[in-house]
């Protein structure tokens, strides 16, 4: 008997000790190369004098879906010092219908309300993930849930600037150094994401942090 509460005893010790470790790392102080890193290139802020945070997501990530409700909360509390925008992943052509999808609704006035409902369309109850790979599905979902006609939106999905924009999120994708989505880059010089910092939660305690050490820097010179 008294072995067994022994044994009992250390168990529930390993226990308590592994929970204990487990809040210690994840109050521990972010580190440069395993929560965060900095971007392969430093990446001009749109408003130099505010700390820029920049999401890279794709609509068809179910981790960017995850994560999506839980950012926009956290952004509706940035201080004014901060700006938050989101650009589409673009490594490969295959998430481009997706990135079309996104700008074209920016275009046409209507990505604030949609946004959510997209991710949804996809990834919730009875979603369509083909919806995140083809050009047409992407269209013909725009046109019925905006009530817009489809030429309209086709419009848009081809417009003169559509090609710049796809270019620029190319690119961004890889100043940014991102391996995957989603990514948040902090001031064109740092980048954290959910792999990384294992979670993400963790992820926007990560950018804080860095929004913390940047705005120190700033106010510094």
Not at 48 to 74: N, R, T
Not at 84 to 103: D, N, S, T, V
Not at 168 to 193: D, K, W
Request: net charge neutral.
């Amino acid at each position: 008997m008294n072995r067994l509460l022994n044994h009992y005893w250390i168990l529930v010790a390993m226990l308590f000790s592994s929970l204990a470790f487990v809040a210690t790392v994840a109050n521990a102080e972010p580190r440069m190369g395993q929560e965060f890193n900095k971007t392969a290139q430093v990446i001009p802020a749109d408003d130099p004098s505010k700390i820029e945070v920049v999401e890279v997501f794709w609509y068809g990530c179910p981790h960017c879906y995850d994560m999506d409700p839980e950012l926009s909360a956290w952004v509706k509390k940035l201080p004014e010092d901060v700006t938050f925008k989101r650009i589409p992943g673009l490594p490969h052509p295959q998430w481009e219908p997706m990135a079309k999808a996104y700008y074209a609704m920016e275009d046409l006035g209507i990505l604030e309300k949609y946004h959510t409902a997209l991710f949804e369309a996809i990834h919730g109850k009875n979603g369509f993930h083909g919806l995140a790979k083809y050009e047409k599905a992407a269209i013909a979902w725009v046109a019925t849930i905006s009530g817009l006609s489809e030429e309209k939106v086709k419009a848009a999905f081809y417009s003169f600037s559509m090609k710049n924009r796809l270019t620029q999120a190319r690119n961004f994708f890889r100043a940014s150094g991102a391996t995957g989505v989603p990514s948040l880059v902090i001031n064109g010089e740092y980048i954290t994401s959910s792999t990384m910092a294992h979670g993400n939660s963790r992820a926007l305690e990560v950018a804080d942090y860095i929004i913390e050490n940047v705005r120190r820097t700033k106010s510094s010179h």
